[in-house]
């Protein structure tokens, strides 16, 4: 549906920026959880047509768009500069900024609502399962994206939300709300409630070894789903790194386990039937030599032993995530149905089971790449 003719508010904010034409369609867009995104088509007289994406950023999630913004600045430009170097297309390779009329990097509306608008990356697709071959190909563009970030001056980088993968701080805001029980809920979900408390130590597993100094900060994507990656429709290689408002400063084996948690299994992030829920331990083998080809020697042994690690942690703490929300009254992940969130954490918590019961090949395929 053509949204932009009777919508006033997107027709105040597309007027911030100078578009080359006017604006024929708005749509909304993608699959994402968390920002309303739209595509702005423009169309000129002589017939060239240029799309755009444009995104409210979540007030929710995001409470300080000028921060979140100069990050996003920030990397796309050390990544063009990265881009260029190696003989690429930075226009393809990352994403990049629409100013506004006035020279921002993004718009507050009068209802006080943060949008940003990047070009459309044409001649792409963007992917919500994958076949082996494209699963190992969004590691190595995951893995690619860390290492071009690995001289990036980590500490000019807001923290876009504060917390986003302490494990412990996220067990902490679990027990806040459980003890809330806001809605009530929490006798429904005893089970998944029980699995939360028998892993509180898992949630001290990778803080403790970063505060030990085994394993180093860096900068990390943070929200590595195979859908935050676009693939050259033509190649079917991963060529751009999209959704980049958690960037900032953390562990590298974040990025790998949140890929190894939404993309090592053959099921929606929602299903409901838990007998279609399983880890798949040959696609965590292909993600792993992706991963380690994407990033090319830049990460130590320690980083490399503790991947499966960062598969368990951001699944388990994905669904500790999706619990807290439900117990909350589903305030941060955008619903379909009143109980997918809790949906969502069912799905998570097997596969911790699956990977706990097959940690010893996980270890064992890690070793593999140890220097
Ligand atoms: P969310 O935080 O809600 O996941 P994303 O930034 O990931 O938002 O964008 C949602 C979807 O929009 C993506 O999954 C992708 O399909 C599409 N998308 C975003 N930016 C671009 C772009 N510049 N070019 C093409 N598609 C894009
Ligand atoms: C959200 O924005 P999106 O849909 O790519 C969330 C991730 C979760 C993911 C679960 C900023 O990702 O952390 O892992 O949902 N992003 C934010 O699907 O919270
Ligand atoms: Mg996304």
Redesign the pocket.
Known sequence: MNLFLNNPILAEILTAYDLPSAPAEVIRYGT???NDTYRVTCQSTDGKSSRFILQRLSAS?FPDPKALMENFAGITAHLREKIRAAGGDPMRETLNLCYTRDGNTYYTDTAGEAWRMTPFVEDTVCLQDATPELFEASARAFGRFQQLLQDYPAHTLHES?ANFHNTEDRFAKFMAALEADKLDRAKNVMQEIRFVLDHKADCSVALQAFREGILPLRVTHN?T?LD?ILFDKETLEGICII?L??TMPGLSIYDFG?SIRFGANHCA?DEKDLSKVNFDIELFRRYTRGFLEGTNGSLTNAEVMYLPWGAKLMTLE?GIRFLTDYLDGDHY?RIHYPEQNLDRCRTQFKLVTDIEAQWQQLEQIVEEYLA
């Open positions: 994402g959880h968390i999630a939300i929200d789903k935050n959704d408002d958690t949140d992030e994905c992940f």
